[in-house]
């Protein structure tokens, strides 16, 4: 199988950098942002990037695409605030949607061309089951049940290009963000967890072999599909 370069979005630490480095063990190339370096053992090219602002990002992503040609693209990066309806900022609203959606299309955009011109391109969209509802998730869950509106249009306009355009949606996840909102013992935590089927939390490495498939070449057929990370926690929602 040929190596690939792939863009990863908030690589830094959690599910970005387990990612990056399954993608890397596997062979392929990584340019990875975010606004922080990686710790030590980052294999990739790293580009540090704010991609809450919109002509930094561009002058970024024209520098990557002019240096590297990009095959692929994994948007991961995201913030969460967590607020119940009454509680709901517009500031954080704002922000929201201008990491988790617009970052996301101003990225894939950057390296659609070059994915166009070879006949070949993988996108990984990194959703939530959030989206499906979630308590205190007004502005998140929106964004990620957007994100994967977004993944299914792209699918549609992408795939005689030879371009996949598929999401995956992690459930609760042990990375530092869940342990920062959830913290253990906590009555949040317990209550999550006795809902798990699976009875644990997902490991980021877990999320990455679902999207490092889903960005080979063995998935070629498959598009426009939210594949769920979730140790069943879905199972008996409402399908997107």
Do not use: Y
């Given at each position: 199988?040929?190596?690939?370069?792939?863009?990863?979005?908030?690589?830094?630490?959690?599910?970005?950098?387990?990612?990056?480095?399954?993608?890397?063990?596997?062979?392929?190339?990584?340019?990875?942002?975010?606004?922080?370096?990686?710790?030590?053992?980052?294999?990739?090219?790293?580009?540090?990037?704010?991609?809450?602002?919109?002509?930094?990002?561009?002058?970024?992503?024209?520098?990557?695409?002019?240096?590297?040609?990009?095959?692929?693209?994994?948007?991961?990066?995201?913030?969460?605030?967590?607020?119940?309806?009454?509680?709901?900022?517009?500031?954080?609203?704002?922000?929201?949607?201008?990491?988790?959606?617009?970052?996301?299309?101003?990225?894939?955009?950057?390296?659609?061309?070059?994915m166009r011109r070879r006949g070949w391109g993988r996108v990984v969209n990194i959703a939530s089951r959030t989206a499906l509802g979630k308590t205190g998730r007004t502005v998140y869950g929106a964004t990620k049940a957007a994100l994967i509106g977004m993944t299914r249009t792209w699918a549609l306009e992408l795939a005689r290009d030879g371009i996949t355009v598929n999401a995956v949606s992690p459930g609760p996840i042990d990375t530092e963000l869940f342990r920062s909102t959830n913290p253990p013992d906590s009555p949040t935590t317990r209550t999550i967890m006795a809902d798990i089927p699976a009875g644990r939390l997902g490991r980021p490495e877990e999320v990455a072999a679902a999207v490092t498939f889903l960005a080979s070449e063995d998935a070629g057929f498959i598009t426009g599909q939210t594949l769920s990370v979730c140790g069943g926690l879905t199972v008996g929602y409402a399908g997107m």
């Open positions: 199988m040929a190596a690939h370069t792939f863009l990863v979005t908030g690589v830094s630490r959690g599910i970005g950098r387990a990612i990056a480095d399954r993608l890397v063990a596997r062979g392929d190339r990584v340019v990875g942002l975010a606004r922080t370096p990686p710790s030590k053992g980052f294999t990739g090219i790293f580009h540090a990037c704010d991609l809450a602002d919109t002509e930094v990002t561009a002058g970024t992503l024209a520098r990557i695409v002019a240096d590297h040609a990009i095959d692929g693209v994994v948007n991961n990066a995201a913030i969460n605030v967590v607020g119940r309806l009454g509680q709901v900022d517009l500031n954080d609203f704002d922000a929201m949607v201008e990491l988790n959606l617009r970052a996301a299309i101003q990225v894939t955009q950057a390296a659609l061309p070059g």
